[in-house]
């Protein structure tokens, strides 16, 4: 799986081609390549084509959306650039494009299928060959290739020599590779000018490697373990494995290099210093419906929302979208939304958290991620929604991740129980369909001090501060339901139950220190980001600069996240960059 989410074939409402009625497809083999002209004779009728209006300016791009994904992001990039969009409906669109971008999303295998079954494979390598204006984003680039490991070999459109492996998490890398890195430039490409030293975002488990073969293509590498092509380019055709329209500033200039060629960029390339992959800092908001119905940001003391007043009303912080919008033009490197009461909610009732996505992605050009009552649910009339589909409707509306809570402390306590994967739960399902590195799992623990490690089932470690009896160890008991339900188990049995089961990163709160400005626990993030090998966010008690230093030198989190601080305006973001830049920590800036 790569990339951006990608939805299943069977039920999706872009604008653009809808493969309604084919099912998720089979592992495309090498041998069932070679039968690829029997697999292209999909009827006509099986292909549900919305049309899409373009206009007959210049500034029109052709996008190969072959349905399988959420491309919202791109979409919005490429409007916000000022182009219009026209999507690829027939293979005929492909040779007639004047310049196409192609953002492979999903599984390999399924977009080779799908791109087999429409013609779309014979109309690419033509327009390809033809050296006409190409743009290949992640997936996008990684099927220019001969093949794929991921659940293969399946064959690619076999464009570039190489092949497309998994990353090695064995030599300590956490896999999925998530966030903003360095790119080491081995050849001119206009669209890659104005990057300099700057980082940009990465979000994918498989890459290609460069070789003798490929070096006539390679126009970048990054490393992450080993050096990976992080992008090609030979004559009008490029392909990047990052992804530029989450890359902010720096992002929306590889696309207006490529739109526009000879445009100029917004950003001076020597304002970075990217060298490797950047410690992240995430910005949350924490969303309810305060009591006057009015969707709003919150944030809580230990997981208390409400003012200390007669009034008791849900605190106010401002609002999601202005904030968000905020907090990107500040450098936050990833948002996330929290919608907190999602556990009571039906979150596809909940059309004003839809909304706030909806718009926020509109501006906002780093991941965003959304949690909040993901799990399976019937609604008041009886109709069941899987939460496959509930997590399809985050995504439609912008989401780039979403966050399973209280969901997945259950289906962690059921695999702990029964040894068994059953594929069933949420956790499983959504990470299969759209990839883990679409999935976060968010994890509210307490602490529970104990006089001796023995007194519990379940991994307790010695604290760096002795609890209020002189306590010198504890455990971390997870809670659902935003900490009103404490669960039989902890975090750590949690963490690596998830990663088990599907997860792509953790999200690691602390309900002991949430809002109190203390510091992260740091006890607990070097609990949980040794034990597991996909990424940590610590999050919860950031009060200064300094914590974000104590939690990035102390465990070793991919990410911190805060909240207050932000909020109420006490630390702006930069202030923290700027203090993990001085102290030599490698940030995006
Ligand atoms: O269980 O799948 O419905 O997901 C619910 C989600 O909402 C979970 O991710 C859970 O963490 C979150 N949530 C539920 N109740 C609350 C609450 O505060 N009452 N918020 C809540 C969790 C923790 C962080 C907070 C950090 C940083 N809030 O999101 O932003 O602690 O805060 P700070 O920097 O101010 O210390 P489900």
């Keep these: ?22 099912s998720p497809s089979p592992i495309v083999t090498l041998r069932q390549k070679s039968q690829k002209n029997t697999l292209k004779s ?65 599984a390999f295998a399924s977009a080779m ?20 204006p190409f743009l290949g984003i992640c997936l996008g680039l990684q099927l220019l290739f001969e093949y794929s490991e991921e659940n293969g070999p399946v064959n690619g459109l076999g464009l570039i020599p190489g092949v ?42 498989y890459r290609a490697m460069p070789s003798d073969d490929n070096k006539e293509w390679v126009s970048s590498t990054c490393n992450y373990g080993d050096d990976f092509i ?4 030979r004559g009008n055709v490029h392909g990047v494995q ?63 929302v409400r003012e200390h007043t007669k009034e008791n009303e849900v605190r106010n912080l401002g609002k999601p979208v202005e904030l968000a919008g905020q907090y990107y033009k500040d450098g936050a490197d990833e948002v996330s939304f929290l919608n907190i009461t999602g556990f009571r909610d039906f979150p596809l009732g909940d059309l004003p958290m839809l909304q706030v996505l909806r718009h926020a992605s509109e501006n906002v050009f780093v991941p965003l991620t959304v949690g909040g009552g993901i799990r399976d649910f019937t609604d008041a009339n009886g109709r069941y929604y899987s939460s496959v589909e509930v997590a399809s409707e985050y995504f439609r509306s912008g989401a780039d991740k979403i966050s399973i809570g209280s969901d997945a402390v259950y289906a962690a306590e059921e695999y702990l129980k029964s040894k068994v994967k059953t594929g069933k739960s949420s ?71 998830v990663e088990e089961l599907g997860a792509g990163e953790i999200l690691l709160n602390c309900i002991d220190c949430d809002g109190q400005g203390k510091g992260f626990d740091i006890d607990l993030v070097k609990l949980i980001s040794d034990a597991v090998s996909i990424p940590v966010i610590a999050s919860s008690g950031a009060g200064a600069v300094e914590h974000f230093y104590e939690v990035f030198t102390k465990s070793n989190a991919s990410a911190a996240l805060a909240a207050g601080i932000f909020h109420r305006k006490e630390v702006p973001i930069q202030s923290v960059k700027g203090h993990l830049l001085k102290e030599g920590i490698e940030v995006r800036i």
């Design 1 to 22: 799986m790569e990339g951006m989410p990608y939805a299943s074939f069977t039920s999706f409402a872009t604008k653009s081609l809808s493969f309604a009625s084919l």
């Design 242 to 304: 990052f992804h530029p329209e989450k890359s902010g500033d720096v992002g929306l200039s590889i696309l207006r290099r490529f739109l526009q060629p000879n445009s100029r960029g917004t950003k001076n390339p020597t304002q970075g210093k990217a060298s490797k992959l950047a410690k992240r800092v995430i910005a949350c908001l924490d969303v309810r419906t305060n009591d006057k119905g009015d969707l709003v940001v919150t944030k809580g003391d230990q997981y208390d």
């Design 427 to 497: 956790l499983e399902q959504i990470s299969r369909v759209y990839g883990n590195q679409a999935v976060v799992v968010s994890i509210d623990p307490r602490r529970v001090y104990l006089k001796s490690p023995n007194d519990v089932e379940f991994k307790a470690i010695r604290v760096t501060k002795p609890g209020p009896n002189g306590e010198e160890y504890a455990w971390y008991q997870c809670t659902v339901n935003g900490g009103r339900e404490d669960r039989p188990i902890g975090a750590y049995e949690l963490a690596k139950a």
């Design 42 to 106: 999909v009827s006509p009728r099986k292909l549900v084509i919305c049309a899409s209006s373009a206009s007959s300016s210049g500034s029109v791009v052709t996008l190969l959306d072959y349905g399988a994904g959420n491309v919202r992001s791109l979409r919005n990039a490429i409007r916000y650039l000022g182009f219009e969009i026209e999507d690829v409906q027939t293979p005929k669109d492909i040779l007639n494009a004047e310049r196409l971008i192609f953002p492979g999303v999903g």
């Design 164 to 205: 497309v492996g998994r990353f090695n998490s064995s030599n300590g890398f956490r896999v999925p590779h998530i966030g903003w890195n360095a790119l080491q430039i081995a050849k001119d490409s206009e669209i890659l000018e104005d990057v300099g030293d700057q980082h940009v975002y990465f979000v994918h488990s």
């Design 230 to 233: 992080a992008s090609i380019r």
């Design 113 to 132: 299928d799908v791109l087999v079954k429409t013609g779309m494979d014979e109309a690419l390598h033509t327009y390809i060959k033809n050296d006409r």
